[in-house]
């Protein structure tokens, strides 16, 4: 299992387009992602439930990746969540 946390620094949060960026990333990888906020947990696969999450600016999320190809995942959602968002 690999865990990483991330601050939200998109001004708008988590919304559509990120969540929909988050989910395609997700679903390359033959493991199983979860997002963590407040208790909550949603699948980074799901869009609907990335976004039933209300992540907001500033929120600190914790990103939980298990499975076969749990490194590349890894390695993957970390750059779209540091640099990916952005561009």
């Not at 387009?17 to 679903?27: F, G, I, K, T, Y």
């Not at 907001?56 to 540091?82: C, P, Q, S």
């Amino acid at each position: 299992m690999k865990t990483f946390d991330y601050e939200v620094r998109e001004r708008f949060g988590i919304h559509a387009r990120p969540a929909v960026m988050l989910a395609m990333e997700s679903q390359k990888y033959d493991c199983r992602i979860k997002i963590f906020l407040d208790g909550k947990t949603a699948d980074a696969s799901d869009v609907v439930a990335i976004m039933g999450l209300n992540i907001k600016f500033g929120d600190v999320i914790r990103i939980e990746i298990t499975g076969a190809d749990e490194d590349m995942a890894y390695h993957g959602l970390k750059d779209l969540f540091f640099h990916g968002f952005s561009r």
